[in-house]
C-alpha cells in the first residue's frame, strides 16, 4: 500500500510513502505489484495511463475513473447511457446560469466538477450572480449546474463488479446527510418496496456500462414521486457501505479485493434484520473524545466502534459506529447512544 | 507485535522480530509497549518474570500462564478448586504407571508435561512399560498419567476475562478431532441442554479462580454419563474460537484485546443460528492447494475462507473457513465442501 503521508493512519498498513501525483512514486510502487487499486479517485489521469503502459492491472481503469473524478463528465455518461438523473447543463458564464435558472423555477444546485467532497464545491444559488467567484476559477471547463431536486429521501446503491463482469450488489440503504455530509446509514432502506429492485438494477448497469471494476456506489435521490435519479457515482469502498463490516457476510472492502483481483465475488447478504451505521465527527472544538472509548464500549457492548486513528477537525469524519438487531428503532437509539459518546 | 522469524506470516504483522525465548529481546520490545500478551504459551517463566520486575503489565500473568505450560500444574491446579477432571497421577517410572493402570481397568493416558500440542506428547497406554522411552527424558517432572474417559464428544468452552474480574462466554461447541488434531467446530454445541450452562460456571470459575487475563479455552469430554470433565486449558485465542471471526457479535482476537488492555469486554452473541469452522490442513504430500482459492470462493461465495499464509507440512493447519446459517446439516455441508477444495 502507498500511503500519502508519513505517521498518517494509513501508513501503519503502507508499505510505501510517496505522492500520489508524482508519476515516478507510483509507477515504482506499482512494479512490485500485480494490480493497483484506489481508495479515493485523485489520481491524475496521466499517472494512471502511465501505470496502464507499464502493464500493470489499473482497477478501476482510467476511463471508469474519470467518470467519477468529474461531475460534469460523469452527468454526460450517465445521460448517454440512459441512467436517470436530474436535468442538467455545463456553464460558463452568469448569463447561461441564469438561463437555467429560469427553465428551472428561479432554484438550482451549482457544482464544481472537480475535487467536491462532503458537500465541498455544492452551492445552492438562486440568483444567475450566485457563482460568480467560482466561474473565475472555473476556466473552459465551467460549472455543472443541476436541478433542484425535491426529494423524500437520500439512498445509496452498492454493487462489485470483476473484470471478468461478475456483479454482486448489497440491499440498497438509506442515507441521512447533514451539512452535506453522511450522518447515519440505515441497512437495508426501510420500506423500499419495489425500489430496492430498481436501484439494483441501474446500480448494476451503471457498473456494467461504464466498465467499473471493484466497488461501485451510485447515491440516488427518492424524488417526491417516488422515482430515483443518481446524485453521485463513487468507485471505490464508500461510507454508505461501512455497515458491510459488521453487518454483511462479505464486507465492502473484503469485496474490494476480490472484485479488482478477478476473484470470485462474496456473497452481500445482511448478517442482521437491520443494520445502522453513525458516523462519528469532530465536535466543534476540533476534538473528538477518545477519552469516552472505554464508556461507550462499557455502555453497548453489542455496537462495534471503529476510530480512523486520524487527527480531528471541526465536522471530520473520525470514526463511526455500526449496530445491528432486529428493530429499526431499537438499532437506530444504540447505534446513536454509542456515538454519542465521542462527540466533543 | 514481536514476531519470531523473518518472513512468516506473523512477521507480516510484526513491529520486531526475535526468539521469545531470550530475556533482552523480549524487554526491548517491552519497552515500547503498555501491555504485553500471548498467542502460544511458550515463552519461558524467567522471561515473563523479569517482563513483571521490568514493570509492563503481562496479561495473562506467570502465575496464570504456568498453569497452562505444565499439564500436571494445571491438573493439581484445577483439582484444588474443585474443578471435574479426569482421575490421574504424576508418575516418574513404569513401576508407577503399572500401579495406576491396575486402578484404571489396564488402559490410561499418559501425556509429557509440557510441549505437546496437536496430539503431539500424549499417548495411550495399556503395560507399564508403554512408556518407558518418555520416562528416560522426562526426569524428576514425570509424566502425568490420567484415566481414559469414555466420552460421546468434546466440547470447547471459551470466555474472556479482564483484569477487573468482569467475564463473557461464547456460546459452548463441539469439537471433533481427529488423530488428535481439531478438525471441525460446530456453534453452538447441538442438544447441549443444560451442559452449556454448566459449562459457561465452570469456565467463568476457573478463569476466575486461576486469576486469567485475555481468552481462556477450556476443553472438555462430555462423557458417556453426561458429564463434564476439564481435558485441556488454553490462555490465548484458540482453534475452536475461529468460528467468532466470521459468526459473533464479537470475535475472539478483538475480545482478547479488549480483555488485555482492561477495556470493557464486547458482546459475545453469535450471528446466525448455528457457525460451523473446518480447518484445513497440509495434504499427505506437505501440498495444500492454494490454486484452488478461486474455485472455492466461486462454488461457496457464502463461505469466509481464511488462509495463515504458512508454509504447507502433513497435517500442519495452514487455513480454516467457516459457514454460518440456519440448519446445520446444511451448514456442515457447505463448510466440509469449501475445506475439500484446498486438501492435496
Chains 1, 2 share one sequence.
Not at 53 to 70: K, T, Y
Not at 186 to 213: C, K, M, N, Q, S
Not at 292 to 297: E, G, K, L
Request: with cysteine.
Amino acid at each position: 500500500m502507498l500511503a500519502e503521508v508519513e505517521g498518517s493512519s494509513a501508513s501503519l498498513a503502507a508499505t510505501a510513502v510517496g505522492d500520489y501525483r508524482d508519476e515516478a512514486t507510483v509507477l515504482k510502487f506499482a512494479a512490485e505489484v500485480d494490480v493497483i487499486t484506489f481508495d479515493h479517485e485523485h489520481v491524475p489521469q496521466p499517472v494512471l495511463e502511465a501505470l496502464v503502459a507499464s502493464g500493470v492491472a489499473v482497477r478501476p481503469g482510467p476511463h471508469a475513473l474519470a467518470v467519477a473524478q468529474d461531475k460534469t463528465v460523469m452527468r454526460e455518461r450517465l445521460s448517454a447511457i440512459g441512467a436517470p438523473v436530474p436535468d442538467w447543463a455545463r456553464v460558463t458564464d452568469a448569463g447561461e446560469l441564469g438561463a437555467f435558472l429560469a427553465d428551472h423555477g428561479g432554484v438550482a444546485v451549482v457544482k464544481t466538477p472537480r475535487g467536491g467532497y462532503d458537500g465541498k464545491g455544492v452551492r445552492v444559488v438562486r440568483a444567475a450572480s450566485d457563482a460568480d467567484d467560482w466561474f473565475m476559477s472555473a476556466g473552459e471547463a465551467g460549472l455543472l449546474v443541476e436541478q433542484y431536486v425535491p426529494f423524500r429521501r437520500e439512498l445509496a446503491q452498492l454493487v462489485a463488479r470483476r473484470p471478468s463482469g461478475q456483479l454482486a450488489a448489497w440491499p440498497l440503504v438509506e442515507t441521512v446527510q447533514r451539512d452535506g455530509v453522511c450522518a447515519e446509514v440505515f441497512a437495508p432502506a426501510p420500506h423500499a418496496g419495489v425500489l430496492a429492485d430498481e436501484a439494483r438494477a441501474l446500480a448494476e448497469r451503471i457498473a456494467t456500462e461504464l466498465d467499473v471494476t471493484g466497488v461501485l456506489a451510485v447515491e440516488l435521490f427518492e424524488t417526491d414521486e417516488g422515482r430515483l435519479l443518481v446524485n453521485e457515482l463513487a468507485m471505490r469502498p464508500h461510507n454508505t457501505g461501512h455497515w458491510t463490516i459488521d453487518g454483511a457476510v462479505t464486507s465492502q472492502f473484503e469485496q474490494h479485493l476480490r472484485a479488482v483481483l478477478d476473484l470470485p465475488l462474496g456473497d452481500p447478504s445482511p448478517l442482521a434484520s437491520v443494520s445502522v451505521m453513525v458516523n462519528i465527527l469532530g465536535g466543534p472544538s476540533g476534538e473528538w473524545m477518545p477519552d469516552r472509548y472505554a464508556r461507550a464500549m462499557a455502555d453497548r457492548p453489542e455496537v462495534k466502534l471503529h476510530s480512523y486513528g486520524k487527527e480531528s477537525r471541526p465536522g471530520r469524519k473520525v470514526g463511526h459506529v455500526t449496530a445491528t438487531g432486529d428493530e429499526l428503532d431499537d438499532v437506530v437509539a444504540r447505534a446513536r447512544a454509542a456515538a454519542a459518546f465521542f462527540q466533543g
